[in-house]
C-alpha cells in the first residue's frame, strides 16, 4: 500500500477544495487535512470497505477544519457545521445534486463526533477515524509504519500541535457548546504532542 495507490479525484470539486485550502489555511493545517484524506482511504482498505465516494471523501477531508479560519469562522455554530457548509457552496457551485452536497456537511460534522457507525456513514466514519489518528494518535498500529511514513514524508506535520491545539481553544472559548470544548476537555493538547506521529514523523523515538 503506497501514496500512488490512492490517487487525488480530477473533478473540480477537488481542485477547487485544495485550492480553498491552500489559500485561507495555514501549511500545517492543510498538511493536516491532506494527511487525514490519505489515512481515511489506507484505513478504508484494511479495514475491507468498499464502496467509498472517494470525490466526496477528498472534499470533505480537504476542507474538514476550514472552518477554523478567520474568513469562515461562524460565531455561532461550531467550526465543523461551519466548513461543512463551506463544502456545500464549493459542491454546488460544481454541479453536485443537493442530496450529495448534503453528504459532504454530514462527513465534516461527524469527522468530530465520538464514534461513527460505519453501516450509516461510510465516509464518516473513515473520516473520524482518520483524523483521530491525525490529531490523538488513535490505532497508530492499524496502518503499516511504512505507509505512515511515506505520508509524512510527503506531508509533514510541521507546526499542527500548536496551530491546532491553539484554533480548537479559540473555538471552545467562545462556543462553549460546540465539540470543540469537549476536545480540549477530553486532553486535547496532550494528546497532539503525545501522538506517535509527532516522533515517527521527525525520527525521535515515542516516550510513552
Not at 487525514?36 to 477528498?58: K, P, R
Request: net charge negative; glycine share 8%; with cysteine.
Amino acid at each position: 500500500m503506497r501514496i500512488a495507490d490512492f490517487p487525488v479525484p480530477d473533478t473540480p470539486a477537488a481542485r477547487g477544495a485544495l485550492e480553498l485550502a491552500a489559500q485561507y489555511q495555514s501549511r500545517a493545517i492543510t498538511a493536516h487535512a491532506l494527511r487525514s484524506w490519505l489515512w481515511a482511504e489506507a484505513f478504508a482498505h484494511v479495514d475491507g470497505i468498499g464502496d467509498i465516494d472517494h470525490e466526496l471523501l477528498y472534499v470533505s477531508a480537504v476542507l474538514h477544519d476550514i472552518g477554523t479560519v478567520a474568513e469562515f469562522d461562524n460565531h455561532k455554530i461550531s467550526y465543523e457545521h461551519a466548513g461543512g457548509h463551506v463544502g456545500v457552496a464549493l459542491t454546488a457551485g460544481a454541479g453536485w445534486p443537493a442530496h450529495r452536497r448534503d453528504r459532504v456537511l454530514e462527513v465534516i460534522v461527524r469527522h468530530n463526533w465520538t464514534s461513527v457507525d460505519p453501516a450509516l456513514d461510510a465516509e464518516g466514519y473513515l473520516l473520524e477515524i482518520a483524523t483521530g489518528l491525525d490529531i490523538s494518535g488513535a490505532r497508530p498500529d492499524a496502518l503499516p509504519e511504512e505507509v505512515r511514513r511515506e505520508v509524512l514524508a510527503a506531508h509533514p506535520r510541521g507546526a499542527l500541535a500548536a496551530e491546532f491545539g491553539a484554533c480548537v481553544s479559540d473555538q471552545a472559548a467562545r462556543k462553549p457548546d460546540t465539540a470543540a470544548k469537549r476536545l480540549l476537555e477530553g486532553g486535547l493538547i496532550r494528546k497532539l504532542s503525545a501522538n506517535p506521529l509527532e516522533h515517527l514523523g521527525s525520527g525521535l523515538p515515542h516516550e510513552s
